[in-house]
């Protein structure tokens, strides 16, 4: 009768075990979250506390806290009133004070990055870029905090500011799938650079074919300015390709010469027209596939 009451007991451990396993699937499922983790009932018990409301609100917060800190960080340009006239000089935190707050929400970090490696095991720690980049992040971050401490806040530069951006994104999925699609994007983006480097360059030597050679004063000289040098050159046909300053570069040369419109006009329509054809190329071609890819 008792052996019989412990196997009904252990049955009744492993249908539940089993529920709480689909349970969390499910929940993996819903929020694009990675399967590969562990998934005994203790690791469970632990998953589902991380993901719980109040982690991810204090984790959220600690995000927030980390990035907010650039604002009353020195220089800081956090004023009452932004007129000049009135604006106050900025208040200058004592040098541990945001050190203080910083500190302790990387710990946070480190707490958060500790229960995630834990949960995916090692095996599959070892092959998160994520992961390994977010503990690369901690560690720099710790070592330079340790280093501004040591010179009282006068180091000349901090690391760490450059990388606080880093925790917004690992803890995003959408960021991340949003990097995905870019990454896999580059191959089409680059092919789209070379052929506007290959349009520029060849409209910039016509132009300057065209447009120097001459001497010129007033509106002949502002006419051979745009096209003087070869950077000078590129730098206005790019600006004319990309903004609404046709007037500005054309206006002098058509001023001169009427016919000095076609060069401009055949630079403007095979400018555009390559946008219009290559642009679509450079998205990517199947977005949802890269949803499931957005790993913890």
Known sequence: M???HLESGGARSRRDLCFDQA??????????????HRMDARS???????????????????????????FIETPSSLTSTADVRYRSAPWDPPCGLTESVEVLCLLVFVADVSVKSYLVGWAQFRMNLWLLAYLGVLVVSLMDWIVSLS????????IRRLLRP??????????????????????EMASVLLLLVVHLCVFTMFGMLLFTGEKGDGQDRERLMYFHNLPEALTS????????????VMTPAYSKNRAYAIFFIVFTLIGEFRQICRGPLGQDPAPDGKITNAQM
Not at 57 to 62: D, E, N
Not at 151 to 158: D, G, H, T, Y
């Open 44 to 70: 469970m018990g632990l998953y589902r506390l991380y993901y719980s409301n109040v982690s991810q609100w204090i984790l959220s917060f600690t995000i927030f806290l980390i990035l907010f800190l650039a």
């Open 2 to 4: 008792g052996h019989a």
């Open 166 to 187: 880093f925790f917004l994104m690992q803890n995003s999925s959408l960021m991340k799938k949003t990097l995905k699609c870019i990454r896999s994007s580059l191959p």
């Open 237 to 248: 046909l790019l600006v004319l390709l990309t903004t609404a300053n046709n007037p500005d």
């Open 151 to 158: 010179l009282v806040c006068q180091e000349p530069l901090r």
């Open 23 to 36: 349970a969390v699937f499910i929940e993996d499922a819903i929020q694009y979250r990675s399967i590969n």
